[in-house]
Structures are given as C-alpha cells and as structure tokens.
C-alpha cells in the first residue's frame, strides 16, 4: 500500500504511478511484404456496417391520464436538470430544456429556463436570439420588445440583434419606435452597413430629409471614399445637382491624401461629365495626376485617356498615351537593361510616335546592352535587336549606308569560334541583292562559309545560285557543303539531283556512288531509296538489281527484302511502258514476262524467309511480317499467284507471359505475342517423341531388374 506521504489527496489518494496510463506496447511487423488478399477500405466499413446490431430505441409510451402526465413531466425535467448540473455550459441542454417547457404549454417555466441560461451565460448573442424568438412566436409581444431591450443594453455590438429588434417593430408598424431603435444604435457608431440599413429604412417611407442628415452624421463618423461617393450618389438620384458637387469638394478637401483617393477623383471627373462639364472634369483628372502617387494612378490614368479620346483633340490623346507608357517602360529598362523584351516594347512605342532620332537613340542604347556570356541561349533574343534595327532603317528611313554600317557591326560582335546566327549572314546577303549589289552579297556568304558553315547558309547559298543560272558555282558550292559536311544525305540527294535536271546521268550516278561509299551518314536509308529511284527512272533494271544485291549486303532490313520483291514484280510493268509503241507485241510475250517477274519476286521471298530462318531465328516478328507482305503481293498477282505457297509458311501466334523484375524485387508477368514456325513445330514433335521411347526404355530396363 502506498505510503501517505506518497500518496495525493487530490486523486483520491493514489500515487501518480496508479494514476498513470499504460499503453500495451507495439509488437513489431516482422513480414511486411503485402498479403495476397488486399481489403479496401470500403470492404471493412461495408462489413462493419453489415454486423452492426439494430439500435435499441425505448418504447413509445401513451399517457392517458394526468397523474400519468405529472410523472412524466416530473421525470423529463428531473433528467434535464440532472443534463444542467453535468453541464451547465451546454447551450443546447438549455435549448432543448426550454423547447420542451415551451411544447408543454408552460409558458411561465420556458420563460425561466431560458433567464437561468441568459443568468449563466449572457454574453451569448444566439441565447438572446432563441430567447426573443420564443417570445415572438407565442405573441408575447412586450416580453420580446423587453427581452430585445436587454440583449442591445447588454450586446451594444452584435448587429443582429439591432436587425431582429429594428425588423420586429417595423413588421408591428411601429415606425417610431424602430426609429427610435436606429437611433440609439447610431450612438454607438456602427459599420457602414448599419447606417446604411438606417437610410434605407427611411427612404422607404420616403423621409428624404432625415436620409439626407443621417448621410451627413454618416461621413462624419466614417470619413471614408466609399461613403462620400454614397452620399454623392444619393443627391445626384436626387437631381440635387449642386449638392453632389458640395459632397464632392468636400471629399476632395479632406481626402486628397487618402490611399483610395484614385476612385473618388474617378467618381468625381465621372459625375461632371455626366453633368456636361468636360472642362471642369479634365481639370480634376489633372489635379489628380499631380497629387496622386504613378504607381496608384493605373485606373485613372485610363479613364483619363478614355476622356480624351471622347472629348479631347489627337495630339492632347497622344501625349496623354505616349507619356506614361514612356515613363513605365524607362523605369523598366532602369531596373533591368537585359531584358529585351522592354526594349522591344519601348522601341515599338516610339515607332508609333514617329520621331526617328528618338526612335534611333532607343535602338542603340538597346544594343549597346550586349549579353554577359557568350553562350548563344543569352544572345538569342538580343540578337532581334539588330535585326528590327536594320530592318526599320531599310524599310522606314531608307537610309541604305546605315542598314549596311548595322549588318556590319553587328556580324563583327558575334562571337563565330563559338556561336554563329546563319539569320544574320543571309538578311545582310538578301539585303545587298536588294540593292543589286551581288559582289557584296557573293562576299557576305562566302565569309559566312569560311567563318561560320550551317546548312542554312549553304542551300540559301546554292538557291541563290541556281536561280541565277550559274551551274558551275553551284557545284563548287556543293563540293564545299559535302567537304564540310560528309555524312549530309540531304546535300549529296540535292546534288545529285541537281546533274540529272541538268541530264548529266553519268554525274549523277557518280555523285550517288561516292554518297553510299561515305563511312558514315545521318540518313542512309534515304540516300539509298533515292539512288534506286533515280536507276529506276532511268529504266536501268540490271543496274537496280545489282544496287538491292549490294543494298543487302549491308542490311538484311526485312523493309528492303519486300522492296527488292515489288521491284521485280512491277519490272514487267516497265518494259511495258517502254514497249507500247510496239504493235505488233503479242499478249502471250506479256504474260511470260509478268510470270518471269513473279518468278523472281517469288525467289527474293524465298531468299529472305531462308536467311531469317537460318541466319536470324531471333527476329519472328520480322519474318512474321515479309510473309504477311509475301502473301499480300500473291493474293495480288490473281490466277498468276499461289497463295498456297505462303500459307504453308505462315507461323501461328501464341500468346505467352513472360516474369518481369521490378525495382522493389517483386515479380510480375507480362503478355507478349510469339510466332511458332512449321519447321519448329515438327522439331517440338520430335522431341516429344523421343523422350517418350526414352521413358519406354527406362520403364523395361526397371522391370527386368525387378524380374531378376
């Protein structure tokens, strides 16, 4: 047993270990993978509410008599007294309490109840409310004015009891007496809303008079924008046109230096021009531009502009505009020089004022703001800057010396060892043939070449060229693009198809030989497609065989197999076409021809399913494919095909799983589509075959041992 001096007699005398709350103590997960039956959150709430036992309601009980009637009485305020003494600071025991007396037709009791709570609790504006309502709702009209004459003694500062009070009597028709109630609670000076709701009160029986003063004591106690406008607004509905104008002088007087001083010059400059006085209205926008702050001049600077496009003349509009969008955007370039973006915009402002000196000073201060590194992402937008810079001076001014003096400076500030813009060199060149100057154009894109090679320059390069007719400087522009350039597909297909516009087929193919002999090239494929097209059209079929045969000894690509095969299967159509003049052609030659065509395509089929299954056994979907296209070109051929000669080639797709290891080292399967051949098949029979005559032996050698 606790010792005494241990022990507390404010917990009954226990020790602070007795009283102290043991925990049961957390066992540890040891598995924590997850279980193989997950349950949702749903699954446990379902199944909780699906055990869940009926609630035990008491039954209801008929009183029916009145000795029955005072028991029950007797027992339901002995249990909301028992409620009250738990917990006094409950206020909806109290509620509920008085409610009940209230439903027994006690009056006397309700109205007691409800004074203990209010006793207990006064400072609770809804006890109040109940309490009123209560009075209200069983006309005891004097009990609720009485009530509601406590709660605003007691709670001067809850606007909803001012509200319920003032709307009690004016529903009873007691005007004065609301009026009166309005009264006292403007000595406590409310929100606005409140004198608000006071003024409303009396224009509703057309008091204009009494509004009118209200409005007064109302900027008064709330000296604010928003209530001189009211006020304003109030006399102008009025047709007091010269009262408005006082309200707004006055305003203007006291709350020139307010934050909110914008919106009632606005409202002000509003009102005299909805009066028809421009000239009064134009000077307090003025006045307001002097005294108001720029950065809390946005709005009225627009209305401003607003004004003067409607009442104004074009230069007073213009400087109005150009003024104040000058001194945004100087501020901008201020804080931050390297953002192009406002130099953009401020030159763009300028331009459309007109002046060329300002507009030329604009320009070079903005390129003057050169980029801090020399990495081409900060020189990218800076760049524009010399460019609309020569451009306005070629286009708006038409000064050509200095268009050139600016593509000048600017090609020699560009950094080329590192970065170049292929856009500069060719509007500098563009600009020179403008003026007919080709030397200088030719000299412009012959630096670019040597400083600075794109692909950009070179076939802008070789286009100028071309249209002009010079052959030769377009080869040598050639030879110097693939020089620089190699493995460019792009440039050997142009070249080679520049020889043949020009019918030099034997440069040409040249040009096509060099291209597929380059080590390396961006787009090969291409470049191959284009050398058979160009055999092709040159009706060179031997020559487009043997170009397949070496195409292939490259890449056994499937796509190039089932080319080489339409190839052969349209060559018939070729020799057509070059023998249609020929009258006395006899249809049985054509079909022989179109049976040695199929013959063919048939064979190159033959060749790429043999390598496929020989050399690339791993590449089923590949193979898969050519015999889908194999099988395509015979159902093509009509009576001259055999379907049957690739149906009995056609693989069957089987659908399997294969295990798949993820981060977390768990395991899952996913489908994927396999192809299993004729040829595989009988090999899978086999070897069913054989481990069963395997088993057979084992079984009698087994059993002649059991014999022995």
């Known amino acids: 047993m606790a ?20 925990l049961p103590r957390p066992t540890r997960v040891k598995n924590k993978t997850p279980a193989p039956v997950q ?17 035990i309601r008491p039954p209801k009980q008929k009183i029916t008599d009145s000795t029955e009637l005072s028991d029950y ?73 009485n009530v509601w004459d406590r709660a605003v003694t007691l709670l001067p500062r809850v606007d909803q009891l001012w509200y319920k009070y003032i709307h009690m009597e004016e529903i009873l028709g007691n005007i004065a007496g609301a009026r009166q109630i309005f009264e006292r609670w403007m000595q406590w000076s409310p929100d606005q809303q409140g004198w608000l709701s006071f003024i ?67 409202a002000f400059a509003e009102f005299e021009e909805r009066c028809k006085e421009p000239e009064r209205a134009r000077f307090i926008y003025k006045f307001a531009l002097d005294h108001i702050p720029k950065g809390r001049a946005e709005d009225l600077y627009k209305k401003f502009v607003a004004f003067e496009k409607q009442y104004g003349d074009k230069e007073g509009i213009e400087d109005a505009i150009v003024g104040k969008r000058r001194f945004q955007y100087e501020d901008e370039v201020r804080k931050n020089p390297l953002n192009y973006d406002s130099w953009f915009d401020y030159v763009r402002l300028e331009e459309t004022v007109g002046n060329k000196d300002r507009i030329r000073e604009i320009y070079e201060r903005a390129i003057a703001n050169i980029p801090p590194a020399e990495e081409k992402r900060y020189w990218q937008r800076y760049i524009y800057l010399w460019i609309n810079y020569a451009l306005y001076e070629e286009i708006e001014t038409e000064d050509v010396e200095r268009t ?82 190699p493995e460019n597909c792009y440039a050997w297909s142009k070249y080679a198809e520049l020889e043949k516009s020009l019918a030099e087929t034997e440069r040409a193919r040249a040009i096509f030989e060099l291209a597929i002999s380059q080590p390396a090239l961006d787009m090969p494929e291409l470049l191959w497609k284009a050398y058979i097209d160009f055999e092709i059209a040159e009706g060179e079929l ?86 889908e296209d194999w099988l395509n070109m015979e159902a093509n051929f009509g009576s001259l095909g055999d379907v049957s000669v690739v149906q009995s080639k056609l693989p069957k797709k089987l659908k399997k799983r294969k295990p798949i290891t993820r981060e977390d080292g768990s ?27 395997k088993w057979k032996k084992q079984k009698l050698a087994t059993s002649e041992e059991d014999y022995d």
């Not at 699954?43 to 699906?50: D, K, S, V, Y």
């Not at 400083?451 to 249209?467: H, N, R, T």
């Open 3 to 22: 010792s005494g001096k241990d022990s507390d007699r404010t917990l009954g005398y226990m020790t602070r270990k007795d009283t102290e709350v043991k």
């Open 39 to 55: 349950i949702t959150a749903e699954q446990i709430l379902r199944e909780a509410r699906e055990r869940q036992e009926a609630e």
């Open 73 to 145: 009485r007797l027992r339901r305020r002995k249990e909301f007294e028992d409620k009250i003494r738990r917990a006094r600071w409950n206020i909806q025991v109290w509620m509920k309490y008085a409610q009940w007396e209230e439903s027994q037709k006690d009056y006397a009791r309700a109205r007691s109840v409800w004074e203990r709570a209010i006793e207990g609790d006064y400072r609770n504006h809804t006890l109040w409310l109940k309490y009123a309502e209560f009075e209200m709702k069983n006309k005891f009209v004097n009990s609720a004015r």
């Open 200 to 266: 409303k009160f009396e224009l509703r029986y057309n008091e204009i008079e009494r509004a009118r003063s209200i409005y007064e004591r109302f900027v008064l106690c709330h000296p604010k924008v928003s209530a001189y406008i009211r006020f304003a607004k109030f006399e102008m509905k009025g047709g007091e046109v010269a009262r408005a104008r006082n309200v707004y002088e006055r305003a203007t007087k006291k709350l020139a230096d307010d934050e909110e001083a914008e919106t009632l010059f606005v």
């Open 404 to 485: 050139r003096d600016v593509y000048r400076e600017c090609l020699k500030l560009i950094p080329h060892s590192k970065f170049s813009f292929a856009k500069i060199w060719l509007l500098a060149a563009q600009f020179e043939i403008r003026q007919l100057n080709l030397a200088s154009a030719r000299q412009i894109l012959g630096n670019a070449i040597g400083k600075a090679p794109k692909d950009k320059i070179f076939k802008k390069y070789i286009e100028i060229e071309l249209q002009l007719g010079n052959i030769d400087r377009c080869r040598k522009l050639y030879e110097r693009y693939l020089e620089w350039s």
């Open 542 to 627: 031997e020559r487009t065989r043997a170009l397949y045969e070496r195409l292939l000894d490259r890449t056994k690509h499937y796509k190039v197999w089932v080319s080489f095969a339409k190839f052969e299967a349209s060559a018939a159509e070729q020799e057509e076409d070059e023998e249609e003049e020929e009258e006395d052609q006899e249809e049985t030659d054509a079909i022989e021809r179109k049976k040695e065509c199929i013959r063919r395509a048939r064979a190159i089929f033959e060749r790429a399913n043999s390598y496929y299954k020989d050399s690339a056994a791993e590449l089923k979907e590949e193979r898969a494919t050519l015999l």
């Open 667 to 693: 395991t899952e399967y996913e489908e994927y589509i396999d192809y299993l051949y004729p040829e595989e098949s009988q090999t899978t029979n086999l070897k069913i075959l054989e481990a069963a005559y």
